[in-house]
């Protein structure tokens, strides 16, 4: 954890919070913090700043925060991620969350498991929590809007245009394709596929709506993988 991230209504009118969950177990367990001490802190979709222990008891910290700056920037980038196995969507999630993208839309496609959609890994709640620790560890407070969208066809036909309007369309897609493009300053709509890939099909619907497909090289990557690589060198 980089950052204590808060809540607006942890706070009191003297910007002072009483921990005793998980960050307070964090500081209790790897700090051992007393009085005084001073930590990167900051409020969910606010400012970064500091926060000052006030008290520190095996139940609770009490901390108080001063906010100074803003996050650091977000990605230009709307990503468009085919719905991975439960436990590679927690990390995906948290990768996308640390890397700055704020835009995700999880998406149904031909080879995904229609069972990943029951998963408890796609509750509110557990979404939260993946992308609450990847905003930590970057220090970042701006919490990404996750999307579901459970039929492939009428999101790439109703959805998408407005979506991707005025962005850079690409498609990740192995194959004889042009090299993923480097050190972009544009706004980039991305999509990548699940773990068997898009079919034909797909593929040519997203190229009817303007995607162009590129790919990485010869080496096949996991999805948690791919969207680090993709993310990397796009930006
Ligand atoms: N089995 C599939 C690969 C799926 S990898 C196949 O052979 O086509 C999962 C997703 O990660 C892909 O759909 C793609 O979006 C992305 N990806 C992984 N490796 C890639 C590469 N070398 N080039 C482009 N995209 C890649």
Redesign the pocket.
């Known amino acids: 954890m980089n950052l204590l991230l808060l809540d607006a209504s942890e706070l009191n009118i003297h910007y002072e919070a009483c921990l005793t969950d998980r960050r307070h177990q964090h500081l209790k367990s790897i700090h051992k913090p007393v009085a005084g001490d001073h930590f990167k802190a900051g409020i969910i979709n606010g400012q970064v700043g500091s926060a000052v222990i006030l008290e520190h008891t095996s139940d609770f910290t009490r901390i108080q925060l001063t906010l100074e700056t803003s996050p650091p920037a977000a990605l230009p980038v709307t990503l468009l991620l085919?719905l991975p196995r439960p436990r590679m969507l927690a990390r995906s999630l948290e990768h996308l969350s640390t890397l700055g993208v704020k835009d995700i839309h999880l998406l149904h496609t031909a080879?995904v498991e229609k069972s990943y959609w029951q998963s408890p890994e796609l509750q509110a709640g557990k979404i939260h929590q993946h992308l609450l620790l990847g905003l930590e560890q970057a220090r970042d407070t701006l919490l990404p809007q996750v999307s579901l969208h459970q039929r492939f066809k009428p999101f790439v036909e109703d959805r998408l245009p407005e979506l991707s309007a005025a962005s850079r369309k690409l498609?990740?897609?192995?194959?004889n394709?042009p090299e993923?493009p480097r050190g972009l300053q544009e706004r980039v709509t991305l999509?990548?596929?699940?773990?068997?890939?898009?079919v034909d099909y797909e593929i040519d619907k997203l190229v009817a709506g303007g995607f162009q497909?590129?790919?990485?090289?010869?080496?096949?990557?996991?999805?948690e993988?791919?969207?680090t690589?993709?993310l990397a060198r796009l930006f």
């Open positions: 085919a080879r498609v990740a897609h192995p194959g394709y993923c999509a990548i596929g699940p773990e068997g890939g898009f497909p590129v790919q990485l090289g010869e080496r096949i990557l996991r999805v993988t791919a969207v690589a993709l």
